[in-house]
DNA sequence: CCACACTCTGACACCGGTGTCATAATGTGG
DNA sequence: CCACATTATGACACCGGTGTCAGAGTGTGG
């Protein structure tokens, strides 16, 4: 019984004295099969280690039982450190795949190369999942094309008007919201925002937008003055607000766009002797594990990428078979810790 | 020139007004085709947006340029938060395999569970790679069972005497060499450990070897007592140090096995109002992101996760080209911060 | 002009499964 | 005992490529 090679389902067949045919379906528990033979033909199986050839089946099917993560990082990040919040996406992720049955192929993407999207063109994968902040060069032509060729993705991120991509994303107006209503309660009302409040990233100006507006319905207005660009690293939230306390200018509340900005930020704030929370109140975005082992421990607004990961997937599936889908918008949470 | 479904080599075929066979060998760009020809066939491909069924290819080639990726995780880490570290290996590892173009399948073993480390079996895979910290239940028996299928596979992890697989680790107990030199050389001896010295995890132990050795180099003998049990997690190290500390344990240093149980001991010393590092020194192992940004920024060895993800990859598929492949071992590096 | 080498192409079997169809074996009612 | 439904099985085409082999077409030397 023993073999050269993996055995094939002729071996199976061979040895359990039925036809090829009949072990292909006893395998698949057909009910066109009798108890007995279906005993017999999975016994011989698992005897000889024998698995299904996935090339073959998928070849035959039409379908991989495979999805595609492509992770965008950001394009000026270093490429040993990504950013935490997406690793704790592509956990949740993969989980939510294994739990469906389906296997998943990563690839990370930097965004100035091609994109390589050709994950259902080659049959490797029935869907993608796009995985990246902001709005990279050509994403929206790129998109197009995907929509056009009919590939079926779903992405992780900001619902642009006009794309009409299927999304699942955080409430980002909403966690800025929560992050001006937190603030106000506790009487910081002279906020800066460390993030990037142009379109460049739709994510981070939806937070941005939240925030404001709120703070505007307490009719309070934040200076423009009070506000510095930073990409989603620690070091850009540092110098960021190292620019800010450079050019002298005070404020007793600070927002970042994300957990790593407002790292970078509270360790500049540090360094300028700004005390912690008693001087300026920091709020983050994000929750990364991080966020929780600084000291001061961070106060942020949480995504919760558990579900998130699962809206991925099912969201991608039911587009797979077909299905009615919608953009998906999760509600974020406020965590409140001691910054 | 439209189609419904995807375009196949015969649709080329026919458009390039040649037979589907070279339409087949001048897109791999084989010698024997004719210039002109071949030009001619990859524009037609190029309009069809036409792209090779990997299935289809695999299935006759008997190989899938895959690699599988199971990562392993503390059984008793909660399931939202992993490890920094692998997945800091995870972002090199699909970096190796995409410049090696290799697709990378990754899977996240809940080590209690069955093993889905049937990739290969089932022709998803070429070869396996397996990442993950410590002894899991049965892992012995399970490596000897994929070495008796001849699966091609290599182990991120402590060399254990007697385990015939190929691994590719950094040089832990070096690692632990250089916590204790650093210490010495600050006249720090009166140390502590946290982490498991026990044989649970290889890893662990040949870091507190290292560091053990060392210090009896010098005619020094660590306290039993300074000891404390912990997993990787910050919160684990946190009530380790915190138990310590409890039991009115004193010291002046602490080397930690990871850098999540540094950061969880710097809290509980913290919280006990002991000085980091005026009156204890710190270091951690691994140089996680996180550890440049806790305050104050910890000092720790590093483990080159680039290297290590690049060596794993190209280990593996020396393996699976049937080369000789050595186990390898990396340095590690001591990265001095403020603990 | 023929023998032979060389270049290029097409026909065809093959990889290992899955789905369809035909059919043998058995049971059931009239 | 025959007509017919039911159940279980095998034969076979098929998925879309790749590799082998045979042969057409052209060139070169004797």
């Not at 739990?99 to 080659?122: C, H, I």
């Not at 506000?227 to 690293?233: D, G, L, V």
Request: net charge neutral.
């Amino acid at each position: 019984m023993k073999h050269k090679g993996k055995a094939t389902s002729f071996d199976i067949a061979h040895y359990a004295g039925v036809s090829q045919s009949t072990v292909s379906r006893a395998l698949r528990n057909s009910p066109l099969v009798n108890e007995e033979t279906r005993r017999k033909v999975h016994e011989v199986a698992a005897k000889l280690n024998y698995k299904v050839d996935k090339n073959a089946s998928n070849l035959r099917t039409q379908q991989s039982s495979t999805l595609a993560l492509l992770l965008f990082e950001d394009p000026t990040t270093d490429e040993s450190k990504i950013n935490p919040f997406f690793l704790s996406m592509l956990g949740s992720i993969t989980r939510a795949c294994a739990k469906e049955g389906y296997d998943l192929l990563v690839s990370f993407q930097s965004s100035s190369q091609d994109w390589r999207a050709d994950y259902e063109d080659s049959h490797r994968a029935d869907g993608i999942i796009l995985l990246g902040y902001g709005d990279y060069l050509d994403y929206q032509s790129r998109l197009q094309k995907l929509l056009e060729q009919d590939t079926k993705f779903v992405c992780w991120g900001a619902k642009v008007d006009g794309r009409p991509d299927l999304t699942v994303s955080c409430d980002n107006y909403g966690g800025g919201q929560l992050a001006a209503a937190h603030l106000i309660e506790h009487k910081r009302t002279d906020c800066a925002f460390i993030g990037d409040a142009s379109h460049h990233c739709p994510e981070f100006f939806a937070r941005y937008q939240g925030f404001k507006d709120t703070f505007e319905k307490h009719n309070i207005t934040l200076s423009e003055r009070k506000m510095a660009n930073a990409i989603s690293t620690e070091d850009s939230g540092y110098h960021a607000t190292k620019s800010l306390i450079a050019n002298n200018i005070r404020f007793n509340a600070l927002f970042a766009a994300s957990d790593l900005i407002a790292i970078g930020a509270i360790r500049a704030l540090q360094e300028a002797n700004i005390k912690v929370p008693n001087d300026v109140r920091v709020v983050g975005f994000d929750n990364i594990p991080a966020a929780s082992y600084v000291s001061p421990a961070l106060t942020t607004i949480q995504q919760n990428t558990t579900l998130a990961g699962q809206m991925l997937v099912s969201n991608l599936l039911n587009l797979i078979r077909g299905e009615k889908v919608e953009s998906t918008l999760l509600p974020p949470n406020l965590i409140v810790r001691n910054t």
